[in-house]
């Protein structure tokens, strides 16, 4: 059974930076995608970043060039470096993982394969 758990939210100030990890075990394969998600209460669930197998990666336009996806060389810890933090990045941020498949064009985030979920971490970002 894969679990993930996320670590390193917290509360900064607008323009400052975090770094969220989420520590991926169980999982056996070899193609996957992983990825996180961000969700404000009352909202839908975002996509805000991905990463697959073949080291391909996406990121949603809101976090682009601020936000950047990365997983360590052992593939069981996967990062989110956030810099230039706003205060819409408030939000409880999860990370995800699926396997079998890749990052496609017409689901560059996997939205249909993950099957795993942590269960969050809040990042709340103060103006």
């Known amino acids: 059974q894969v679990q993930l758990v996320e670590s390193g939210g917290g509360s900064v100030q607008a323009g400052g930076s975090l770094r969220l990890s989420c520590a991926v075990v169980g999982y056996t394969w070899n193609t996957y995608c992983m990825g996180w998600f961000r969700q404000v209460p009352g909202k839908e669930l975002e996509a805000v970043a991905a990463i697959d197998s073949d080291g391909t990666r996406s990121h949603s336009p809101s976090v682009k060039g601020r936000f950047t996806i990365s997983l360590d060389k052992s593939g069981t810890i996967l990062y989110l470096q956030m810099n230039n933090l706003k205060p819409e990045d408030t939000a409880m941020y999860y990370c995800?993982?699926?396997?079998?498949?890749?990052?496609?064009?017409?689901?560059?985030?996997?939205?249909?394969?993950?099957?795993?979920r942590g269960k969050g971490t809040l990042v709340t970002i103060s103006s």
């Open positions: 995800a993982a699926g396997g079998g498949t890749t990052i496609d064009v017409r689901d560059p985030f996997c939205k249909t394969a993950m099957t795993a």
